[in-house]
Each structure stands twice: as structure tokens, then as C-alpha cells.
């Protein structure tokens, strides 16, 4: 036997983060770093109403203004068949609108001038004469009879009404229902919330009218769609087109969608043969780009007397805003919602979804979550906690009763997922012992009776991520895999060029430390780069924690293609048959004779220097991956919560989470993706609304009134992990960039809601602010 060499950062070790480097020293290349020669500034004109009929625009006044170089507007834009777009629903989305204003924000005109000062100044000076028409701001309002129709510029749309969506057995869900001992109910309100990048969405998009190439610098997550969706909007032939996206500060869903900027800066830079830059600033990204959630549920648990969930019932509303403009796979007009039976073995269950178009932004962007997902893990996970409280039962022995058992995997759910495997009851067991459930549970007793107001709250998600495979998931017909393409240089350092892109997750590290385990070529020597259509094999990019799942596969299956090659190569070098080799991280060797051998760096070179007779030169290949399934990671969060009774305030006094997203290629950077989940999950169940006044005014349009969490209010993470390999990943991975912002909101929510149980309390729509818990505890009589 040879003995192992050790080799620096292979899967399951957390070395730190390549990227980090430049980032630390603000070398970063973010969009807004980047300067063209002769670039010009976009400014964009927004509406100040919800909903308002255009009667004119005059730019004047503003083309008069010093360093204008143009105004753009929806005519001029109708002019050249580009006053609308096509969403990624299938719907259209005005891009600057020249009928009617929908929503408050929406793009009305653009200035292009030499500077971002003078393009601000003269889109001030553009005067639009409007006709204020009544604004819907809630499904409700859009299906009230006789309600403003919104869409008068679709040709069959009589109404706000946008789908149906079903999905499950309404007839065995409803025989369960009938049979039942106890039914649960729960009206509940996701609401509103924003994935509020630090680095908001901008492009500049340079045509060059000599070449006639576009290349446009883009924060966008997924560039290669984007490259074709422009192709068969512009008409322009897509090798033409070059879509870069930089370094990106954050995403979280928010710059996937194609934006009206995008199209308007790229139709000025082919008019004027000049490129534009625009940026949105931070009022313009919280109201008009990229919103998330607005999900009115309802659902039912039937229960029978013994404590088992025998049936799942569930009604949404969704509220769209203007223009049906939702991220996610064709096939699911609700997302993935109807992954709501969750962690829990319901044999039927039902699903209806109606969405609505409302006087709101567009939203439905996947939020650090698979389309929906986070959405359908509140309403179960809230309904399992309402029903064992109705119930007179633990929380974590109702969930443990109720668990799809470990042997049950792979197990097909009542609305149709196939879950690949899972160990519901272990995450269970390692969260209460690291949170000492039992003498918790006793302890909260305890403060009872002395008068406090104080609960757990227990959330045991399962998710579902890593879209496709491709028969069943697309984005505008677009199948999707992913892919990863891998060049070995003769010195045996390598360059590994993938279809998804980061927004901070530290793919240069972890896609490196895959080639390491499959090929043993040290992750420093290893330069991964995404991002560029013109360099990187076509993929879909990187949302919705599908990287590890598609693209993290791809890198371990071209590894294993160059391994193939590279052990044909090392039979020729140690002039040994194939089947007498035996690979060890970094090199082959001859079976029993450990010391006849060749590294993988020996082998690269002769790959270019000392081939067999007939075989190709060189260390490179391509592998798309399109996925047999979705990885399901899930884990069990626990919160427990303190209530102030004067004042409402909730302090959150332990969060422990244990996930489990199969095999950690970087235990490190998965801790990191679920810190950030778990605070952005505080945030949405604390702290962060995107509302509405009845006139459609967006109220949360800045830092003041949208509230992120800052460390002052975030609470200390306790985190644990258990690990069960995806049967059908090649690594065994899942996905983790979205778990905790899934799985937290309930967790935080259910503690709540546990503390006030005792009054009677069933539910509060989070943000759950102090002024709601007050008002909630004085409605039952609590007075201090
Ligand atoms: O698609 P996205 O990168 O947002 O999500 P992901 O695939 O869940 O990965 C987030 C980060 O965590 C990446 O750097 C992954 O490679 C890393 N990760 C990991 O180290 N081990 C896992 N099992 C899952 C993710």
C-alpha cells in the first residue's frame, strides 16, 4: 500500500478563500469599478405613481441641458419594437412605458449624458403629464368585482387574475380531511421583503458599431441566459453578444431577472455608438428591482387522535405586482411551493395557488431560495407548531412522530418530489442536545409561573435544491444543467472555467478543491474563473443553491474524464497495463510497487510533450451535467425566545441550527452560507417590510424604513451538523447557500408564538416588531 500524500485543500478541509485576497485589499473588480473609454451615464426617470395613465412626456427642457447626449423614452423605445420585453414567466414587462405607469418606480424615461451629475439633473427636468387612476395593492383589492384592470395591454386579460396552479389529490386529501379528529388551521402572510445586495443591479453595455459586437458588463447571476434572451429579443446574432459579469457584491436572486436598464442602456449604446453605464442607486433597487415572497397562505393539517398528520390542505394568493415577471422553471406557476409537505410523511395533500397582478414592483425573484421554497417551509413548519400546541403536544415529539423515517428514502412525497435521502430524527436529536432541550423545556416552565414570557421555537426544514434535472426544469425553455470545463497545463497547473457565477460564495475555492479531490492538483494551483459567455462553457448560473448540486457535479465528472486520460498516458510512462494502476490522490503507481509512479503534474506534462502513439495532445475536457434529481438537504433549527411584556421587545436568547447538506467540500464556507442565512432569516422575521399605502406608495424604499439587521441585533449562531450523502450527487453533495434563510424564518417565528401560546396567541405575520407582540399580548388582557 502507498501511503497517502497529504494534499492541500481537498474536499472536507476549510481552507480559506482564494478570492478573499483581492477582496480584502479592495482589488475587487466590481461593475461600478469598471471605466470605457468614452462612456456615457444613464439616468433613469421613474413613475411617482402606483397607477396612472401617460398623457405626455416631454424632454425638452431636459435635452436642452448641459452634456445630454440623449433622452430616451418609451416612444422612441416603441420605435424600435423595444417598448416591452418578455419576463422570465412568459408574461411581458414594459420596459419604459408609454401607455400607463403600473407600479411606483416604474422606468418611464432615461437620460444619457457625458456625466452621472448631468444625467440626474436633466432626467429631473422631464415633465410627464399623468391621469391618477386607483391603485390595488393586495390580490384581495385585484379580486374585487369591478376592480381597475391593470393589464389593458394584454388582449385577453379582463381581469387581475394571472393563473391557477394545482398540485396533489384533492379528492384523497379531501376523504382524509373528512375522516379527521382534529383539523388545524393557519392564515398566514409571507410578506414582502427584498434580498437587498450590498452591491445594487447596473450594467454598461458597449456596442461597438465597427464590430458590431455587444459586450455588456452585468451584474447578473446567470449570463449566459441572459446573453440569449438578449439574442432573441435584439434580434442581434448571440455570437455578437458578450455577456461579463464581474466580481458581484451579493445577489441572492436579485440579479437574475433582465431589467428595463439593461435593455435601454444597450439600445443608447447602439444608438449613439457609445457605452453606457447605468447603476441604480439604493432607493432605486428596493423599489423596482427584484422583490421577493408576497405569499398569502392558508393551510390546513388533518390530524388524528393519536397525533399523526394524515392530510395537508393548502390555498395561496400570490401578489405578482405589474407584471408577471417570477424566476423560476417554466412548469411551476408557484415555484416550488408544493414542497410544503416538508420534512413530514403526509400521505395526501393538495395545493391550489392563484396569483394576482397588483400595482406592486414585479417580484418573485427566488430570494436565496429554490422559487418559493422558503414560502412553503414557513407554512409547514408554522402549521406543525400551531397543530402540537393545539394539540397539547412537545413540538419536537409531534415533529419526531410525524418524520419521513430514514428508511423511507428515497420517498416520494403526496405532491409529487422524490426526496433522496435524509436522517430527519439525527438533525433532531444533535439540535436538542446541543440546545439541552429537556432542561430547557422545564426551565421555561419555570419562568412561567414566575410570570415571564419566554418559548422555543423549533423549525425542521427540508429543501429541495439544485435545479434541473433538465426535463423537468427550464427558464424560458432553457434546460436546466450545468457545466464545467477544465484545461491542465503541461507545468500541471490548471484553469477550471464553469457556466454559474458567484456573488460571494467562494466558488473560486470550493470548485477548486473539487479538482483537487478528483485529480490531486493542489487547490491554489487551480484558477477558476466564471462569469464571461465569450470564455466559460454555457450554463444557467447560480441561484437557488444549485451549484454544488450541477455545476460542483460537472467539476467532479470532467476530473474523472482527464483522470481516464491521464491514467492511459501514466501506462505509457510506467510502461504498465491500465488495470495494474492504482490512483492515490495526485498519482498513479503500480499495483505493489508503490514507488513506480507518476504525478499528475509528471503526467500533464508528457500530455503535451510524451504521448502514446495515436492519442490526442493535451489535458482538457467539458462536461455538462444535467442532474438525475434535486438534492434535499434540510436541518432542525431551535430558537429561544424572551418577551418583554411592557414593551413587546423580543430577544432572541439561543439559535441553534444543524444542518445537513451532505458531504462539506469546505466546512468553512458552509458555516459562513449558513451565518448569513440565519441572520438574513432574523431580519425577514424581525425586522425587514416592503409595504404599501392605499395609494400604492412603497413604503421601505430606504435604510430607514427597511430594516437590515446589523450585528448589534443579531443573535450568537450555535451551530451542528450531521451528514447524509446525496445518493446520486457524485460527491454526495448538497446544496447549503439557502438553508438557514429557508429554514430560519419559522424557527425564530415559532419561538414567538410558543411564548405567547399561553395566552392564547396563534399566530402574528412576521416582521414581528415589538409594537405587534404588545398589541398582541394587550388584545389577551397582558397589561404591564
Ligand atoms: O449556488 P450557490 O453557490 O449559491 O449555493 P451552494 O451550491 O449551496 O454553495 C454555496 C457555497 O458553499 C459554495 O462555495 C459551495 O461550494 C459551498 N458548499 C460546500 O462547501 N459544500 C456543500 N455541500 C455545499 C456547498
Redesign the pocket.
Known amino acids: 500500500m502507498a501511503t497517502e500524500v497529504h494534499m492541500h485543500g481537498r474536499i472536507g478541509e476549510s481552507i480559506k478563500r482564494k478570492e478573499d485576497g483581492r477582496f480584502l485589499r479592495g482589488k475587487g473588480n466590481y461593475l461600478d469599478d469598471i471605466e470605457l473609454p468614452g462612456m456615457l451615464h444613464m439616468a433613469i426617470l421613474r413613475s411617482p405613481h402606483a397607477h396612472a395613465r401617460i398623457k405626455s412626456v416631454d424632454t425638452a427642457a431636459a435635452s436642452a441641458m448641459p452634456g445630454v447626449v440623449a433622452v430616451v423614452t418609451g416612444d422612441l423605445m416603441a420605435q424600435h419594437k423595444l417598448a416591452w420585453m418578455p419576463t422570465l414567466s412568459y408574461d411581458t414587462q414594459a420596459v419604459l412605458a408609454t401607455d400607463k405607469v403600473r407600479f411606483q418606480g416604474q422606468e418611464v424615461a432615461a437620460v444619457v449624458a457625458e456625466t452621472l451629475y448631468q444625467a440626474e439633473d436633466a432626467r429631473d427636468a422631464i415633465e410627464v403629464d399623468y391621469d391618477v387612476l386607483p391603485a390595488i395593492t393586495s390580490p384581495d383589492k385585484a379580486k374585487e368585482p369591478g376592480a381597475p384592470l391593470i393589464r389593458d395591454d394584454k388582449e385577453n386579460q379582463k381581469d387581475n387574475h394571472i393563473y391557477h396552479w394545482e398540485a396533489g389529490d384533492q379528492a384523497a386529501t379531501e376523504a382524509a380531511f373528512a375522516r379527521a379528529d382534529k383539523v388545524v388551521r393557519l392564515h398566514t402572510f409571507y410578506p414582502r421583503c427584498h434580498p437587498t445586495p450590498l452591491e445594487t443591479c447596473g450594467c454598461i453595455a458597449d456596442v461597438n458599431g465597427a464590430t458590431g459586437k455587444a459586450t455588456i458588463y452585468m451584474t447578473s447571476q446567470a449570463p449566459h441566459a441572459v446573453r440569449t434572451v438578449f439574442a432573441l429579443v435584439t434580434g442581434l446574432p448571440e455570437q455578437n453578444i458578450r455577456v461579463i459579469s464581474p466580481d458581484i457584491g451579493g445577489g441572492f436572486g436579485n440579479k437574475v431577472p433582465v431589467y428595463p436598464g439593461y435593455v435601454v442602456a444597450t439600445a443608447a449604446s447602439l444608438l449613439i455608438g457609445r457605452p453606457v453605464k447605468w447603476v441604480e442607486d439604493r432607493n432605486e433597487n428596493l423599489i423596482s428591482t427584484g422583490f421577493a415572497r408576497d405569499f398569502h397562505m392558508d393551510g390546513d393539517l388533518a390530524v388524528d387522535k393519536n397525533g399523526k398528520i394524515t392530510a395537508l390542505r393548502v390555498h395561496l394568493d400570490s401578489d405578482n405586482g405589474a407584471f408577471f415577471a417570477d424566476a423560476q422553471p417554466t412548469k411551476f406557476k408557484a415555484g416550488l411551493f408544493h414542497i410544503v409537505t416538508g420534512s413530514y410523511d403526509i400521505p395526501a395533500a393538495h395545493v391550489t395557488a392563484d396569483g394576482y397582478y397588483t400595482n406592486k414592483a414585479p417580484g418573485g425573484v427566488a430570494f436565496r431560495c429554490s422559487f418559493r421554497v422558503t414560502e412553503a417551509s414557513y407554512l409547514i413548519e408554522r402549521l406543525v407548531t400551531n397543530a402540537a400546541i393545539e394539540l397539547g403536544m412537545d413540538q419536537a415529539d409531534f415533529r419526531m412522530k410525524n418524520f419521513i423515517q430514514p428508511e423511507q428514502f428515497p420517498y416520494a412525497s403526496a405532491t409529487g418530489w422524490i426526496y433522496d435521502s435524509g436522517d430527519y430524527p439525527k438533525a433532531m436529536n444533535v439540535a436538542l442536545e446541543k440546545l439541552g432541550y429537556d432542561e430547557l423545556r422545564r426551565d421555561v416552565e419555570a419562568r412561567r409561573q414566575k410570570g415571564e414570557v419566554t418559548g422555543i421555537g423549533i423549525a425542521s426544514f427540508t429543501e429541495v435544491?439544485g435545479a434541473g434535472h433538465g426535463a423537468e426544469f427550464d427558464i424560458l425553455g432553457l434546460r436546466m444543467f450545468d457545466s464545467a470545463e477544465l484545461r491542465v497545463h503541461p507545468t500541471g497547473k490548471a484553469l477550471l472555467r464553469m457556466g454559474?457565477k458567484?456573488q460571494g460564495?467562494?466558488?473560486e475555492?470550493?470548485?477548486a478543491q473539487i479538482v483537487t479531490e478528483e485529480l490531486g492538483i493542489p487547490a491554489a494551483d487551480v484558477a477558476v474563473e466564471e462569469g464571461d459567455t465569450d470564455t466559460a462553457p454555457y450554463g444557467l448560473g447560480?441561484?437557488a443553491?444549485?451549484?454544488?448540486?450541477v455545476a460542483?457535479a460537472a467539476t467532479a465528472m470532467v476530473a474523472r474524464k482527464l483522470r481516464e486520460k491521464a491514467r492511459k498516458i501514466a501506462s505509457h510512462l510506467l510502461e504498465a497495463a491500465e488495470e495494474d494502476l492504482e490512483w492515490e490522490t495526485g498519482r498513479f503507481y503500480v499495483k505493489g510497487s508503490p514507488d513506480k509512479a507518476k504525478t499528475i503534474q509528471e503526467i500533464a506534462f508528457a500530455a503535451y510533450t510524451n504521448l502514446p502513439e495515436g492519442m490526442e495532445a493535451g489535458l482538457e475536457g467539458v462536461h455538462y451535467y444535467d442532474p438525475p434529481n434535486m438534492t434535499y438537504p434540510f436541518g432542525t433549527y431551535a430558537v429561544v425566545v424572551d418577551i418583554d411584556k411592557g414593551t413587546g421587545q423580543v430577544k432572541v436568547r439561543r439559535m441553534v441550527a444543524v444542518d445537513d447538506?451532505?458531504?462539506?467540500?469546505?466546512p468553512m464556507?458552509?458555516e459562513g452560507?449558513i451565518h448569513g442565512g440565519l441572520t438574513e432569516g432574523f431580519g425577514i422575521a424581525f425586522m425587514e417590510l416592503i409595504t404599501f399605502d392605499n395609494d400604492g406608495n412603497c413604503i421601505g424604499s430606504n435604510f430607514m424604513d427597511y430594516l437590515l439587521p446589523t450585528a448589534w441585533e443579531t443573535p450568537r449562531f450555535e451551530l451542528g451538523e450531521t451528514v447524509t450523502p446525496s445518493p446520486h450527487h457524485p460527491l454526495g453533495?448538497?446544496?447549503?447557500?439557502e438553508s438557514a434563510t429557508v429554514g430560519s424564518p419559522a424557527a425564530y417565528v415559532n419561538a414567538v408564538i410558543d411564548a405567547l401560546s399561553p395566552y392564547g396567541v396563534t399566530n402574528i405575520d412576521m416582521p414581528i416588531g415589538p409594537d405587534k407582540v404588545w398589541a398582541a399580548l394587550r388584545s389577551k388582557g397582558v397589561t404591564e
Open positions: 435544491v454559474t458567484s460564495q467562494g466558488h475555492t470550493t470548485f447560480t441561484y443553491s444549485r451549484s454544488t448540486p460542483g447538506c451532505g458531504v462539506r467540500i469546505n464556507i458552509v452560507q453533495a448538497k446544496g447549503v447557500g
